[in-house]
């Protein structure tokens, strides 16, 4: 998920001073991606903290877009997720590029049937890995009963639907990956709209009703992490494919050497806006939502996630901003240990207690939460930066 080729699950990579990434990288990518990864991990925290102990409108309105919409709708929140999955898009391009150029290529369709055979084998590799994961941090090595363990996730979500993607940009040109995203979206608005569920009919975008909750409580074994459906289930892991894709089409547009820098990123923010109207529109007949990831959602987070690389990239690559965006390249380039750590593996909140709670003391009893949670994000950088210093990278 970087656009580095797959080195071992744990490994070194080289830094290039005074950089502050590891050579070959773009170091807007990593800085978004730790943006994005920053507010699950611990920034969601700091903002419902400050919002409560000032009551300030702005911090009031961030705070609510820091919870998932409860059905229909879009918040920033809902927003996290389909970002790291077009981020790990952008990087596929990337982490092909130097076995296109020693093989004389342009392309990652003109490969040869045996050159795609290891890369295929890698990616599957990959997304087996980010299943198991994903199971893990839903509770696997508790040793549930099979009927009480969750098999779906997060992190499988994003295996699959990179997979998918990666399947696809293998194996096609990039008009044919234009055709297959349009093709996935309007193929899965067909199917939850016109296909009948038993009890409910056809095109009930309800928790119960929907084909994709009937999917899930027919295939998904194991666990519906909402009773009668998951927000990861098999069914809706489809469109997200296309956010995996857009992403992949992103990279191929930024690894171009034919625009300038400045030239990508009003591409970005035009196809940005362009992507964002259409889901606007498209919500008035399949509206936009999270859970079931309509092809509404996919368009209009897509474009989104457009306009985000665009506002980094300009001001990290093109105009070599970079020293302030350091604290999200430790997250960026660890993203997937910091995830698994903050998700049970290590008890920061624990820790940060330990460390700073006399110093918390010299605050009032509203400001306490908002010292602890910082603290918390403080304890996390300084995990990330010592992994950073000795060069020690997951990589998945």
Not at 82 to 92: D, R, T
Not at 257 to 278: A, C, D, E, F
Not at 292 to 311: E, H, I, N, P, R
Not at 342 to 348: K, L, M
Request: aromatic share 14%; with cysteine; hydrophobic share 50%.
């Amino acid at each position: 998920m970087s656009p580095q080729p797959s080195p071992p699950l744990v490994t070194e990579s080289t830094v290039n001073p005074p950089a502050p990434v590891p050579s070959g990288r773009l170091v807007s990518l990593d800085a978004l991606r730790g943006f994005d990864m920053f507010w699950i991990m611990s920034g969601e925290h700091i903002i419902h903290a400050l919002a409560r102990a000032t009551g300030w409108p702005a911090l009031v309105w961030m705070s609510s877009q820091l919870h998932h919409a409860e059905w229909n709708g879009c918040t920033f929140y809902d927003m996290i997720f389909p970002l790291f999955l077009f981020i790990a898009g952008v990087s596929m391009p990337f982490s092909l590029q130097g076995k296109l150029q020693r093989a004389g290529l342009t392309s990652a369709e003109q490969l040869s049937a045996r050159e795609k055979r290891p890369i295929y084998r890698s990616m599957l590799k990959r997304t087996l890995i980010l299943i198991v994961l994903g199971m893990v941090v839903n509770g696997l090595l508790e040793y549930k009963a099979y009927e009480q363990t969750r098999l779906a996730s997060v992190l499988g979500r994003i295996g699959l639907a990179w997979f998918g993607a990666g399947v696809i940009y293998l194996n096609t040109s990039t008009r044919g990956q234009i055709f297959w995203a349009v093709a996935i979206l309007l193929g899965y608005w067909a199917a939850m709209t016109l296909i009948p569920v038993p009890g409910f009919g056809a095109g009930v975008l309800t928790p119960e009703g929907a084909l994709s909750s009937f999917v899930d409580r027919m295939l998904l074994p194991g666990k519906l992490h909402r009773t009668v459906y998951d927000p990861e289930g098999l069914f809706s892991t489809i469109p997200a494919i296309t956010t995996a894709l857009l992403g992949m089409l992103t990279g191929t547009l930024l690894k171009d050497s034919r625009p300038t820098m400045t030239q990508k990123t009003l591409l970005m923010l035009g196809l940005g806006v362009i992507l964002i109207l259409t889901g606007f529109v498209w919500d008035q007949v399949f509206p936009i939502n999270k859970r079931l990831w309509t092809s509404s959602f996919a368009v209009f987070v897509g474009g989104w996630s457009l306009l985000f690389l665009a506002v980094f990239y300009y001001i990290i690559d093109v105009q070599k901003l970079q020293k302030w965006a350091f604290p999200f390249i430790l997250i960026g380039t660890n993203s997937i240990l910091i995830y698994l750590a903050s998700d049970g593996i290590i008890d920061f909140a624990h820790t940060a207690h330990f460390l700073f709670y006399g110093f918390s003391q010299f605050f009032s009893v509203n400001w306490q939460p908002v010292i602890q949670s910082l603290a918390v994000t403080v304890t996390q950088l300084l995990l990330l930066y010592v992994l950073y210093r000795n060069k020690l990278f997951l990589k998945i």
